[in-house]
């Protein structure tokens, strides 16, 4: 007999393990059908029963969740915009986000109230919001983005939609277009790749998932598996869309503010290895590249070359002609040896008016004449500054590492001597450094300007 009660139970009923509607079942718990407690068909199946009314989600209550992950996501961006609005992407991506979470509203009402009105507004503000969100991403790398483009997608939704006969196709042309805005926000993300920072990748994946998502809810729309007033079940092609969203609203909030603080820590890594004046590396940035690349020299035993300039009688430069020349002239050099050295030399400012190359590969004589065709290229454009004649001139001491042992910092002190030697001999000029010294010796030097 229980045998074949379960059977009945199991083939017969309404639901999962039962025989009987919602009502008498609630019935039944209550007491009002049985005795207190009971529950027919045994406590197998008010456990069964009660797991599918659990799982059994209805759309409106997913749409809810949407809605409510999508505004809190946009919330989120717009208060970090409000605390740093030079970063346009992230006002775009928040509007965009509470602009969705509009769209999924109105879709929910449109279902649940049958009005065709509210499925047109959510239709149009959804592909608005991928549109906003391409935007947004071509804005992080700053490249044009006209909001032209972003309302493309939503007014071809709107005129589909207000054609009489034509809701299916809206809907679908509301899909299509987001998917299309999605994948164009993966790709141009990936187009930024060359800037490595780690939060573009979750973003380049979540975006064209995004996009392929959406591309299967238009698939579905168009073979017309998707019911308007059913909800799709966890493991169908249109109920993905449901929870992916969720996921994408999120993920993206989180990773997009995790790009814009990597980018801010490179900027503030960049700046504090650039001189802000003329751009080349600081003397930190110039001392640890010099470093590797002597280590690297020495361990393949190929010569490298060290030429140290310092401008001739800069003070009184600025003293005559004002600071704005002297930075102009300090430009102006930095010019010339960006322009004279190779793309593989490392070229910095060591000190005020204190420049410093180094040359890998060079011997000392290539070296010295690489010295003297940037001081004679400087004495001939230096000649007049900002309409003022200014005749600027530069010395230089060359040095070349002949110790396998020997150091960066004892390579700039031969090339501060061999400098020395020149400012002493008349200035511009360029020296060369003795090759060989005895040991322990150091030089000692007192700047001459």
């Not at 999924?104 to 499925?119: C, E, K, R």
Request: glycine share 10%.
């Amino acid at each position: 007999m229980r045998s074949s009660s379960r059977m009945s139970c199991r083939y017969n009923c309404r639901y999962p393990g039962t025989k009987y509607s919602r009502k008498s079942l609630n019935e039944s718990i209550e007491g009002t059908n049985s005795a207190p407690g009971a529950f027919p068909c045994g406590l197998a199946a008010k456990r069964r029963w009660q797991r599918y009314r659990i799982l059994n989600l209805d759309l409106p209550t997913l749409m809810v969740m949407q809605s409510f992950a999508l505004a809190c996501a946009g919330t989120v961006l717009l208060v970090a915009w409000s605390q740093n609005r030079k970063i346009r992407a992230l006002a775009l991506w928040g509007l965009a986000n509470i602009i969705a979470a509009g769209g999924i509203l109105s879709l929910m009402l449109g279902f649940t109230w049958h009005q065709p009105v509210w499925l047109g507004l959510g239709g149009v503000l959804l592909p608005f919001q991928s549109g906003l969100i391409w935007q947004a991403a071509r804005t992080i790398d700053s490249k044009p983005a006209p909001l032209l483009l972003a309302l493309v997608g939503p007014a071809v939704v709107g005129l589909a939609g207000g054609i009489p006969g034509l809701p299916n196709a809206a809907g679908s042309l509301s899909l299509a277009a987001g998917a299309a805005y999605s994948l164009a926000t993966a790709t141009t993300l990936w187009l930024g790749r060359k800037e490595r920072l780690a939060a573009r990748w979750p973003l380049v994946i979540l975006s064209a998932v995004h996009g392929a998502a959406l591309l299967i809810g238009t698939y579905s729309t168009i073979i017309g598996s998707t019911g308007q007033d059913a909800v799709p079940s966890i493991t169908s092609l249109f109920g993905f869309i449901y929870f992916e969203t969720i996921i994408f609203a999120l993920g993206t909030s989180v990773f997009i503010l995790a790009l814009v603080k990597e980018r801010n820590e490179a900027a503030g890594m960049a700046a504090a290895r650039t001189d802000s004046l003329t751009g080349i590396a600081s003397r930190a940035a110039f001392l640890e590249s010099a470093g590797r690349i002597l280590e690297r020299c020495q361990r393949d035993g190929a010569p490298i070359s060290v030429i140290m300039f310092d401008l001739d009688r800069f003070k009184a430069i600025n003293d005559r002609h004002g600071h704005a020349v002297g930075d102009a002239v300090i430009r102006k050099f930095c010019e010339v040896t960006t322009a004279a050295v190779r793309p593989n030399d490392v070229f910095g400012r060591v000190g005020g008016e204190e420049f410093t190359v180094v040359l890998p590969g060079s011997g000392i004589e290539a070296a010295y004449a690489r010295a003297e065709r940037i001081r004679a290229s400087f004495a001939q454009d230096c000649r007049f500054i900002r309409d003022r004649q200014v005749n600027a001139t530069v010395s230089g001491g060359v040095s070349v590492s002949i110790k396998s042992e020997q150091t960066i910092e004892e390579l700039l002190e031969d090339s501060d001597a061999a400098l020395y030697e020149a400012k002493a001999g008349g200035r511009n000029c360029i020296k060369r450094a003795e090759l060989a010294k005895p040991e322990g010796r150091r030089s000692n030097v007192f700047r001459v300007a």
